[in-house]
């Protein structure tokens, strides 16, 4: 059904088409539109779900990961200090490989106080175990959603979904979204029934304490099944392109990349006005590419280097800051390409920090500095590329 | 690719108006849009804008809109406080609610129209809410949407009572701006 929503009632729409047995949330904007829905359909009977009302975020996924592991669907969403309330939670549903799904409308961090978006909350929590998958369109977010729980709950996976996506410019937009009818979305998302859950003719202990006998080995297992989540996310995907007729590249999103002396580099809704750009600067003769990470952890090394490699200048624009050192992605896509023997130049950029607008100009600009590069890269007159800060 | 601000006051539904006028046009329409509020908090009697992205092809961009082609003003007291004028296209449509000619300083290039919604309204909802009507009114002005594709907007947005009477008041701004639109705008006047 063709439907006009915005990126929240997208998220409620597949919430609700994946059969969530369980939600447990506290209000936050820009999520809490999500929320506000989900319980709009359990209270007029659409939905067969419990609505948890709970004290505070941390109370949210405690509730979550109880219910989680008594072998129900379950999701919860949050944003910013809602998120950094909940990281203490995120390690004890990851290390308990409790595959739940939540969507965080990204927004920036207090202080000083904003509510508008950007990534350093979801990237703070790079290291919790959690997947991190990042969307462009509020098609992807209810798509994405979908695969999430398919992927979280695979038995070599068993790790926690976040579904990221740009507060306002996501949460708050509507466009077109095509939604699934529910005999489709039953065809693909089976119910979940794990092979472990709090039962009481079958007891077993959950969240055990481990002494350092026990301990790396649980951690090994966890990292194991984030690398294998690579493999899995991918599947899942061409699993849902057969079921949907669409698809979003699995881990990267590459757009003119084969080609390209530069590619920029985003998370996001960014994506969709780069994408403008790069068309723009084509038609105009010059090489650009654009590579969209959609799946920030698992990190795909592989697919970056095999987009990247023939570059000659790739930069990122990161919506955060690991302060005393640079953007997040900035580092991590240095990282990922220095085993290469003949790598790219990367120069990170920082903008679209609290909600700041990113128009196709500043985008053009950014290509144009690293285009400027490369020419004097092949004229051998050298160059020292800078990125800057979007102040 | 057809931009229009909406200008409102907390409370008048500029954003439900930049969300009917894109379901409309997207889902009765024919066209691919987008409609996003001025992203932030609200506050009753504040003024608003939201926005509508109108294009026959997937709307990609996700930047703020800067230059409008048509800007629609749900209050004239705002006039007074706003500069409704910023970034608008040169041959640009301005659409005002008011009941008598603004005094503004303007560029004979834009197009202005006015259009006693209030009194529309007060006359078939029995409240001064002319989001709706001014939905209908930009449709009816700029020939870019037919009254059926909004009618069923409303009926998708409002609940049954209140879509009822709002289809009644759409279809008298709709024919009043007809003619409004066949007409020369204000601004060639003086």
Redesign the interface.
Known sequence: M???L?GNEAVAAAVKLARTEVVAAYPI?PQSTIVEKIAEYIADGSMEADYIRVESEHAALAACYGAAVTGTRVFTATSSQGLAYMFEMLHYVSGCRVPLVMAVANRGLAAPWT??ADHQDAVACRDTGWIQLYVETAQEALDTCLQAYKIAAHPEVLAPVMVCL?G??LS?????VEVPDQETVDRFLPPYRPEYSVDTRRPYVFGVGTGPDLYPAFKYNQQQAMLKAKEVIKEVERDFQAHFQRSYGGLVDPYYCHDAAVVLVVMG??A??A??VVDELRRQGEAVGLLRLRSFRPFPVEDLRAALSGAGVVAVLDRDCSFGYEGVLATEIKAALYDLREKPLVTGFTGGLG?R????EELAGIFHRCLEVVRCQDEGTGAVLNGYWQK | MLQIRWHGRGGQGAVTAARIFGLAAAVYGGWYAQSFPSFGTERRGAPVTAFTRLDDRPIRDRSQIYSPDYVVVLDATLLESTDIFTGLKPGGIVLINTGREPVMARSPETRVYILDATRLALEVLDTPIVNTAMVAALAGTTGILSLEAVEKAIAAVLSRDLATRNIALARRAYDLAKVLGSKEAIACDG
Request: glycine share 8%; proline share 0%.
């Open positions: 063709r439907a006009y915005n904007t509510i508008w740009d306002y410019v708050h937009t509507e466009e077109i809704a960014t969709g006005t994408r403008e909600g607008d990113i128009r196709r």
